[in-house]
């Protein structure tokens, strides 16, 4: 099944700007999932994503079940490891750290998740992941022992994200990390999506709807909001 990914094609070739909502099952109970899926059926997400840095895998599969019997939105996965694979959801963003140079993120995880995902039929989608500085450490850089590239390097970033599509990456992810102080800088969002034909996925420390729409007009086919969403349910409305 290729639709996911299609579907994200399609909508940038139609400029309809998408927003992924992430949420982390560590902070996530079951029984508040009801309340949560409400208010996410009511926002303009277009897309669930779950995953987390450090999050164990435990009850992933149930947590999907529960919010596929409420809501229509494709579910992908975003993985910190490959313990937080699940065959419940559609698909899977396969990430390949490119900013950090630990070989754990670059290869050695995704070799460990082949035989897991070969029992499943979620969607694969390679995902080129760029950590960009943020003004303070964040559970990404902590959790995969790599340090963001510099922000106020476009440059760098943009050829860090075109190495990412010509080594066959189908999305490109600039991360500014969870509750960053700092998103990533529009200049660069900018910067990037000029360079790259893939689609640009931003997130990280975005919690205004100005935010939102500032990524977008610098070039962001898809925002992930995760902290403001999380703190506010009301955030969108
Ligand atoms: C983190 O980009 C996402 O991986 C979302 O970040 O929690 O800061 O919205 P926030």
Do not use: C
């Not at 995953?51 to 809501?71: A, M, N, P, R, Y």
């Not at 939105?73 to 419940?88: D, K, R």
């Not at 963001?148 to 075109?162: E, F, H, I, W």
Request: no cysteine; proline share 4%; glycine share 8%.
């Amino acid at each position: 099944m290729e639709n996911n990914y299609t579907n994200i094609l399609e909508a940038k070739s139609r400029n309809q700007k998408l927003v992924a909502l992430l949420l982390d099952p560590d902070k996530l109970a079951n029984d508040s999932v009801a309340a949560l899926v409400l208010k996410i059926n009511q926002s303009p997400a277009t897309h669930i994503f779950i995953g987390g840095s450090s999050f164990d895998g435990t009850h992933l599969d149930e947590l999907i079940v529960l919010l596929k019997q409420k809501t229509s939105l494709p579910i992908l996965l975003f993985p910190g490891n490959p313990t937080q694979i699940s065959a419940e959801a559609d698909g899977i963003l396969f990430l390949q750290l490119l900013s950090g140079r630990n070989p754990d993120y670059l290869i050695e995880y995704q070799i460990e998740a082949v035989p897991i995902l070969e029992k499943t039929n979620l969607e694969i989608i390679s995902t080129g992941y760029i950590l960009i500085e943020s003004g303070s450490e964040t559970a990404v850089e902590r959790v995969s022992k790599t340090k963001p590239l510099d922000r106020n390097n476009a440059d760098y970033v943009s050829q860090t994200a075109k190495a990412g599509e010509i080594i066959g990456n189908r999305l490109i992810y600039l991360e500014a990390g969870s509750g960053a102080l700092n998103a990533v800088p529009l200049e660069m969002i900018t910067v990037v999506s000029k360079r790259i034909s893939v689609p640009l996925i931003v997130g990280g420390g975005i919690r205004s709807k100005k935010g939102i729409d500032d990524a977008f007009n610098a070039g962001a086919d898809m925002v992930v909001i995760g902290t403001a969403f999380e703190n506010d349910l009301n955030f969108f409305d």
